[in-house]
């Protein structure tokens, strides 16, 4: 089955600076990568996705990279704020919906102000 | 996208005792799933909730110990059955449509004494 690896596991910035998670992933049939972001006490929310056949995507302070050739994606975060601070998680998945996602191990993003 | 509804949010229960936890989606879906946190990890899919059938249960999960339902499009139950304090967990309903990522609810967190 498919297995997603997340890095780095915890990650600091300073408020105003960027930050990026990156993750690879194994089934090369998998096409579409979603992005989560999950508060304190709370659900996971979806935040960006990306499918194979693009390449990369943007939503403001948001941005998503897929390199379908070395089944790696990452998350770009620019500008960070305080309230950006939470734990990301990736997936991977086949089918053209979310289908049954395998998710990484999550990076706890804390951005200090 | 979807808006979900998860209940009890939290509960404390006794051991040998079952719990059931209910999903409701504010419009149809077509993929409802059903997940297992450990605080500060990763999410662990328990089994699919299939639509007037019985669920598709991931390895290492069982009907006898989660048992499922899923009548129609927009609501879904998972009993935790017998539970022990290795039940403690967070557990956390998710939908999704055609071509969206998951909607997750706010998770149930079940504390076995």
């Known amino acids: 089955g498919e297995n997603v690896e997340q890095h780095p596991s915890t990650l600091s910035v300073q408020e105003g600076d960027s930050a990026v998670i990156k993750c690879t992933y194994s089934?090369?049939?998998?096409?579409?990568f979603p992005w989560y972001k999950q508060e304190l006490g709370k659900g996971p929310q979806l935040i960006i996705d990306?499918?194979?056949?693009?390449g990369e995507k943007k939503d403001q302070r948001i941005a998503v990279t897929l390199n379908k050739t070395a089944k790696h994606f990452s998350l770009h975060i620019t500008e960070t704020q305080p309230e950006d601070s939470a734990v990301y998680f990736c997936?991977?998945?086949?089918?053209?919906?979310?289908?049954?996602?395998?998710f990484g191990d999550g990076t706890t993003l804390t951005v200090k102000p | 996208s979807a808006v979900i509804s998860q209940k009890p949010s939290r509960d404390i229960c006794q051991r040998g005792t079952s719990l059931t936890i209910q999903c409701q989606v504010d419009?149809?879906?077509?993929?409802m799933f059903w997940y297992r946190q450990q605080p500060g990890q990763s999410l662990t899919l328990i089994a699919t909730?299939?639509?007037?059938?019985?669920?598709?249960?991931e390895s290492g999960f069982v009907i006898d110990k989660f048992p499922i339902s899923r009548p129609n499009l927009t609501f879904s139950t998972l009993t935790v059955s017998n539970m022990s304090p290795e039940d403690s967990s967070i557990y956390l309903c998710?939908?999704?449509?055609?071509?969206?990522?998951?909607?997750f609810g706010s998770g149930t967190r079940l504390t076995v004494v």
């Open positions: 998710s939908a999704t449509g055609q071509y969206d990522g998951y909607t």
């Open positions: 419009s149809q879906v077509t993929m």
């Open positions: 909730a299939n639509q007037g059938s019985e669920a598709t249960y």
């Open positions: 997936a991977a998945s086949t089918g053209t919906n979310a289908g049954k996602s395998t």
């Open positions: 089934d090369s049939a998998s096409n579409y």
């Open positions: 990306i499918r194979s056949n693009v």
